[in-house]
């Protein structure tokens, strides 16, 4: 418990900017104070000597700091930055011998001090000092960036699963709701499908409430599902015949979304028209290598009017889904021609 605190006493002290100034000024006082020692033993004249020579250094760092590197260096400003430094180096090194010929005899009258290092040895000072702080101050903002941007990340991530997590919700009401009508259809005719019809239906919603919340599942798997799901459609319709699924799939190790393909085929049977000649709804599913592509067509029923919500509501949902579950790793056509809907969507699966 003790060493908790004294954790989070030190984290709050060291993250604060002015703290972080003081121990990175003290540790540099010590530092130069023990360089211009004459024997290695710090005495009261050192340390006077060396607060005297960090005046100058304090100045050029902290022109740099707070004046040139925001103004110039972090926007791009390299040339300006460069000249502008130059320029403060210079006047920092002459400020260095003016502080020493001048300042000890008013600040300090018992002592008397003459600069023991050239003008190109103070510059050497300098350069070192501005150069530590620079980097310094460079990785401070990038560690920030850094920060800043796993946060932003992490936000997205949440943002996506928010979203997916909503999407999800979407599919199950709208496929519920759609199934039962077509299993009222039946029992208003008092058909014998009625029965197994019911049982299909009951494990289609199995399988969907098992594994909508699932990231991927099994490829085998969603299949069977997609031709359990068109044999229920199927067993409902006079023209059987006229509903084609073909699939041409050999058994691999792949993984893919839940409920992605299911939509597209839903589509056909929702939308589709099959009740005069030559009209048809026909799904072609084939995996080679790891792509996986369904194709689906209908023919439209020009009788039937459709709001456009209720249209476009689960392709919107199945559409916004592929884009955050597979970015840049699909590719979806919706097209309308002739009488005929067409869907193409090829997926890189994994």
């Known amino acids: 418990m003790l060493m908790k605190q004294l ?9 604060n900017r002015w703290m972080q100034y003081l121990v990175f000024w003290g540790a540099v006082y010590i ?4 360089v211009f020692s004459y024997d290695g033993a ?33 926007k791009s400003k390299y040339t300006i930055y460069g000249l502008s430094l130059t320029f403060i180096l210079a006047v920092a090194t002459w400020f260095n011998t003016f502080t020493f010929q001048h300042l000890p005899g008013w600040i300090f009258p018992g002592y008397y001090f003459i600069t023991y290092y ?28 850094a920060e800043l941007r796993q946060s932003m990340a992490e936000l997205e991530q949440e943002k996506i699963a928010t979203e997916l997590k909503a999407l999800r919700a979407q599919i199950n009401p709208h496929f519920l709701f759609n199934s039962l009508n077509h299993i009222y259809a039946l029992a208003s005719k008092k058909s014998e499908q009625t029965a197994p019809a019911v049982l299909q239906l009951s494990q289609l919603l199995r399988y969907a409430i098992q594994n909508i919340e699932n990231e991927k599942v099994p490829l085998a798997d969603e299949i069977s599902y997609l031709e359990k799901f068109t044999n229920l459609y199927k067993n409902r ?18 993984s893919i979304a839940p409920m992605i393909l299911v939509v597209f085929v839903e589509n056909c049977f929702k939308h589709g028209s099959i009740t005069q000649e030559g009209e048809h709804i026909a799904i072609d599913l084939t995996v080679e290598n790891n792509i996986l592509t369904l194709h689906t067509q209908n023919t ?14 689960g392709l919107d949902n199945v559409r916004r889904r592929l884009e955050l579950l597979y970015p840049d790793k699909h590719l979806l056509q919706i097209q309308q021609t002739n009488g005929q809907f067409n869907i193409e969507l090829k997926m890189e699966l994994s």
């Open 7 to 15: 954790n989070s006493l030190f984290t709050a002290i060291f993250s």
């Open 31 to 34: 530092i130069l104070a023990r």
């Open 42 to 74: 710090v005495k009261q004249i050192d340390l006077v000597y060396t607060g005297l020579f960090m005046v100058s250094i304090g100045l050029a760092v902290g022109i740099n700091s707070f004046v040139l590197i925001p103004r110039f260096l972090a």
């Open 118 to 145: 050239s003008w190109y040895q103070v510059l050497q000072f300098m350069i070192a000092a501005v150069g530590i702080t620079t980097l310094l101050q460079l990785s401070r903002s990038w560690f920030r960036e």
């Open 237 to 254: 319709t006079q023209h059987s015949e006229r509903v084609k699924l073909n699939i041409n799939y050999e058994n691999g190790d792949f």
């Open 300 to 313: 439209i029923d020009s009788k039937r009017e459709l709001p456009q919500e209720s249209t476009e509501q």
